[in-house]
């Protein structure tokens, strides 16, 4: 079926990822509109008054989510709650802080200072902690979970596939992941409901872990979801995108049953790589010299040993696991080995890979409690509430394809 995505995937016109390809309906720079104006961005209204604008103006990124008008040139533009000191903050008020370190991002910073990922994780939790930060736990678990429901659906998909002729049903495969947030903005905002349906519906293992702390392990270290404000450190400024979508924000009871539900965000905010480095060297501390805490067991795949639990996390991790997965379940046979991953059009399509000790993500002994405890099994109610989503096509405004014509 690879053959119906090619006209699609010759992409014309990149400018929208690079540079808006409308001017900002928010005003940056303070001037003075011209004329009372009302600009309608997807489902919000945004009016524009007619009086000249003196204090700074202030964008949240959900503001650059609801327009049409760019992507990646979002990342400039001041993210209130997406920031060191929106996170130092919040330490500030007393929230239960957790953090979430992402196995990118120690290896980044283990190269950086050169020590090994695992002292960099130790390190990490010792001066977090001394920040004032509850916990600090490792995505690579919430991984495997995300791996094991991409495995189920893509069994599923298959099997109704083999038993329907329908033609309808025949758009369920391919199955493209869902796991980065730049591919999803591209694929609602330019492609829409054509490529919508082959995208897994199954999170990232940075909403996934957020579910799973916001939902499950915040109640085993006694806590509400609104106590908790849990941070990601993320290698992509494009999780910070991620964090912020509606689909990842949920409702919990408030004691004054005459208040309305508050709304809590799986992820309240994410930190990448570079600017966690930022706020080492701004609190003037020498890492290296930290010592090593004892990790977090409650929600981390790495062993004190160093031993990391889980596939490799290079590329084609995904199609490894399915590809096994699937052979196991649909056809009895079990495949040892390295899978003979070629090239296709051209050098430029290629894998690295960081070997590290492969296991299957079934075997998991953490995933397996939090099924266990938490979701009952793979494909469960719970499990499609918590650790799947849905995906939107996005109308691009009539002056953004003037624009471009």
Partial sequence: MSEKFSPTLRIGDLSDFIAPS???????????????????????????????????????????????????????????????DDFLSNID???AIIVS???????????????????????????????GVKAVFDTSSSRDLTLIETCNEFVNRYKQ?????????????????????????YAEKQLGSYILPFISSVKSPQQIIGATIKHHICQKMGLRPDEVYHVTVMPCY????EAVRDDFVFEVE??????????????????TTGEVLDLIKFKAVDFETLDDSPLD????????????????????????TVFRNAARMLYGREIEGPLAFKSLRNMDFREVTLEVLIKDPFENLLVKSLYDEWLEKPGSEKAKRHMHTEYHPMVKSVTAQLHNW
């Fill in 22 to 84: 409308q001017a900002c309906v928010v005003s940056l720079k303070g001037l003075k509109t011209t004329a009372p104006n009302t600009v309608k961005r997807d489902k919000h209204e945004v009016a524009i008054a007619n009086k000249e604008q003196t204090d700074p103006v202030k964008i949240s990124l959900k503001d650059c989510l609801a327009c049409s008008g760019c992507i990646t040139s979002a990342e400039t533009v001041m993210l209130e709650k997406q920031s060191l």
């Fill in 93 to 95: 008020k007393g929230k």
């Fill in 101 to 131: 370190l992402s196995p990118q991002s120690r290896a980044s910073l283990a190269v950086y200072f050169g020590i090994s990922p695992l002292q960099v994780f130790k390190k990490l939790t010792t001066f977090f902690k001394s920040l």
């Fill in 161 to 185: 596939i083999q038993l329907s002729n329908n033609e309808k049903s025949n758009s369920a495969l391919p199955m493209l992941s869902s796991a980065c947030p730049g591919w999803i903005c």
């Fill in 238 to 241: 494009d999780k910070k995108l």
């Fill in 254 to 271: 408030q004691e004054d049953a005459n208040k309305n539900g508050l709304r809590i965000a799986e992820v309240d905010s994410v930190l």
């Fill in 297 to 320: 067991k409650m929600l981390t795949n790495v062993s004190e040993e160093g031993y990391l639990y889980g596939v490799a996390g290079s590329s084609g991790g995904y199609a490894d």
